[in-house]
């Protein structure tokens, strides 16, 4: 069979999965949201340790989050505030385009490197971008764990390249030898640095199960060469695999690391109950040992939250071809079986601890998840399903080759003596090329919905409601500062700025049933809430997208009616021109940013980033209260600027910030969040490290060459 046919075959395949990334219209879902062009200042380039969309809506701490600002923030923020593209090509250069480039580049690179050139490495991207466990994660547009995945295949390699070099070099090489090996080595450490630092920026959580990955195969490595290896070369691993690529990491997220030392909670722990407690492992470990060991999702191929399906008895095959390879590893080929060895480890280990707290043994998981640093990131066990994906990814080709070699010579059975002769070779052309066929047609008759087009989310196109780019005219035409309450959450063609930040009914009221909503609006003291956080407008969103107003998963017109008739009771709003579904009501009297309850007070402000504010005070007196409607974090300051002291916020009505003034008289106040500071010292540190780091490479890559 041709590698020609087989391209073209793979790109076919592509196109037709992913026919709607090549349109022009939006793609929305899960976690991926329309951006209007006026949203684009959502997106800084310079980073910032304070969001105004976090907690519940009220702003919060953003340092947990910043690693992803470089390759999530700066590209939107370039190529929609610079060059001004619409947001339909900005999602497709930034996120899908680059997703299949690089997980395609990313697994044929690492089986070629690995196990040379052979038409069958083509299966390996087959197998790693079109399984079910990727194929949801970018039909929920959780598309920076989509692009730390694709990295993933290379990051692996650029460190199994760099122990190898160290566990087969000799100490015979000449002092030329010796100083060549030793740029070589320092060059590809820096290298695979910089990669996982990419990898860490798309998404801690998949770098952190690459980094297991790593460590594995340092320690197979070891143990398999233990009486090679001298203690001076675990050293130099050590130097070359550990310490220079890890510190490189660090230096370059400097920026979110240095102010992250601050915290003295457990950053997780900050994100509530639902992200960090044994309950919440729980309530994710969805999949079972039969889902996982076959690299079957779930959800798949719905993709509907909580929805699990019964085990698919075809899917039971994948995992037989991929642990059939270590029948084909030859004792002659040291390298070669490791290779095998460590990369069915990994399929195990993650077919294990994809399935959560699951059976069996589903209590080893909830231990790890309390006692094993960083392992609180993994509610959802589903992340480990990566390691399955790279596991099959090299092992089924790995088995597809050797099978097709065996295909082309005549095998027999001899049954007197239970076992295999392979006689003098006669090509039978048609049957190695029928198995490739039944096996590629396999592998697609799994994956059967996405050719068919029935999977939904960002493999869908979606078309801008009219009425909500009217709604995004009718609040972006409103100057001055103001929030808006979407009930019960913010459908995926919301409008909200740093101007015009939204709340979603059910974070602030923590209620996830939705007609439980509007009995609470209808309190005097819901109101106030709402006036004091600055609500001017209560929105009913138009559910375009059928994941709103829901009974049994599915659309119900009738509970969208029940929503608007109990909000129509509600005396204090005022019900106001709505757009087409969409249905606003007005909050009397809302509070601005900065106010006061002592009416003396002349408050003016200006905003100059989202840690920083310039508020000017006249006619204040001893005692009374500057009020700050941000989420209360004590590490906001006001500082007085003719005299450089500063007023620690404490905490008003036990939700917001404020601040009491010392004395009578006029204030120039620079309201700032403290934070910040350690981010604009790491992004100092992150940056010259960056230019040390790539003319050092330069300098490396010269040299050697010399």
């Not at 694709?150 to 000449?174: D, R, Y």
């Not at 999949?287 to 060991?293: D, G, L, P, S, V």
């Not at 989310?457 to 995004?472: C, E, H, I, R």
Request: aromatic letters at 16%; proline letters at 5%.
């Amino acid at each position: 069979m041709k590698k020609s046919l087989l391209i073209i075959g793979l790109i076919l395949i592509l196109l037709i999965v992913f026919n709607s990334w090549f349109m022009t219209k939006a793609l929305v879902g899960g976690d991926l949201y329309y951006q209007f062009e006026q949203m684009y200042g959502n997106f800084s380039i310079y980073p910032y340790a304070w969001n105004f969309s976090r907690g519940i809506g009220l702003g919060g701490n953003y340092v947990l989050f910043l690693w992803n600002n470089p390759v999530n923030f700066i590209p939107v923020s370039i190529l929609g505030n610079k060059l001004g593209l619409d947001w339909s090509l900005i999602e497709r250069l930034v996120f899908f385009y680059p997703f299949l480039m690089i997980a395609f580049a990313s697994s044929y690179t690492l089986i070629r490197k690995l196990f040379g050139t052979s038409y069958f490495n083509l299966i390996s991207p087959l197998i790693f971008i079109l399984n079910t466990y990727i194929v949801m994660i970018v039909s929920g547009g959780q598309l920076q764990i989509a692009l730390a995945y694709a990295l993933a295949p290379f990051s692996l390699l650029l460190f199994i390249e760099i122990i190898n070099s160290l566990s087969f070099a000799t100490t015979k090489n000449n002092e030329n030898q010796s100083i060549q090996l030793r740029k070589s080595l320092l060059a590809q450490s820096i290298i695979a640095g910089l990669v996982f630092a990419l990898q860490v920026s798309f998404d801690i959580r998949i770098a952190y199960i690459s980094l297991l990955a790593i460590l594995i195969y340092f320690l197979i490595n070891i143990e398999l060469n233990l009486s090679k290896i001298s203690s001076i070369k675990i050293l130099f691993l050590m130097l070359h695999v550990v310490i220079i690529p890890l510190g490189i990491t660090f230096l370059l997220h400097a920026f979110w690391i240095l102010p992250l030392t601050t915290i003295t909670s457990n950053p997780v722990e900050q994100l509530g109950s639902a992200f960090s407690s044994i309950k919440a492992v729980d309530f994710f470990s969805f999949a079972k040992f039969e889902n996982t060991i076959s690299l079957l999702h779930p959800n798949w191929p719905e993709n509907i939250f909580g929805k699990t399906y019964f085990m698919r008895p075809d899917f039971l095959l994948l995992p037989i071809l991929a642990f059939t390879s270590s029948l084909f590893t030859s004792s002659k080929n040291n390298r070669e079986k490791k290779y095998i060895i460590y990369f069915t480890l990994l399929g195990l280990l993650g077919a294990f601890l994809g399935k959560g707290s699951n059976d069996p043994f589903g209590y080893a998981y909830l231990w790890l998840f309390q006692h094993i640093p960083g392992f609180n990131m993994y509610r959802d066990p589903t992340k480990w399903y990566i390691l399955v994906s790279i596991s099959f990814s090299v092992l089924i080709p790995y088995t597809i080759l050797n099978m097709y070699r065996l295909l082309q010579n005549k095998v027999e059975f001899n049954i007197s003596r239970f076992v295999f002769q392979v006689k003098s070779k006669n090509k039978v052309v048609s049957l190695q090329n029928l198995f490739i066929l039944v096996v590629i047609s396999y592998l697609l008759f799994i994956i059967r919905p996405a050719l068919l087009g029935q999977l939904k989310g960002t493999f869908q196109s979606a078309t801008v409601p009219k009425d909500y780019s009217n709604l995004k005219d009718f609040l972006h035409s409103q100057p001055r500062f103001f929030r808006t309450l979407w009930l019960p959450i913010n459908p995926h063609f919301s409008f909200y700025t740093s101007l015009h930040p939204a709340i979603p009914a059910s974070n602030l009221f923590q209620k996830s049933n939705i007609t439980s909503i509007p009995p609470i609006i209808q309190k005097p003291a819901t109101i106030s809430l709402l006036q004091n956080s600055g609500v001017k407008y209560v929105v009913i969103p138009f559910d375009s997208e059928s994941e709103i107003f829901l009974t049994d998963r599915k659309y119900d017109e009738k509970k969208y009616k029940e929503v608007v008739s109990e909000m129509d009771k509600v005396a204090s709003l005022t019900k106001i021109m709505g757009f087409g579904k969409i249905i606003i009501y007005e909050v009397p009297s809302p509070k601005d940013h900065f106010w006061s309850t002592q009416n003396n007070l002349k408050i003016s402000y200006r905003y100059i980033n989202p840690t920083k504010y310039l508020v000017t005070i006249n006619d204040g007196r001893k005692g009374d209260t500057l009020i700050f409607s941000e989420s209360y974090d004590p590490s906001w300051t006001a500082k007085i600027e003719n005299n450089n002291s500063k007023i620690l916020s404490s905490k008003y009505d036990g939700l917001y910030n404020s601040f009491r003034l010392p004395k009578g008289g006029n204030y120039s106040l620079e309201i700032y969040y403290e934070p910040q500071k350690l981010v604009n010292i790491g992004v100092v540190i992150s940056l010259s490290s960056l230019t040390i780091i790539l003319v050092s490479l330069i300098y490396l890559k010269l040299r050697t060459k010399n």
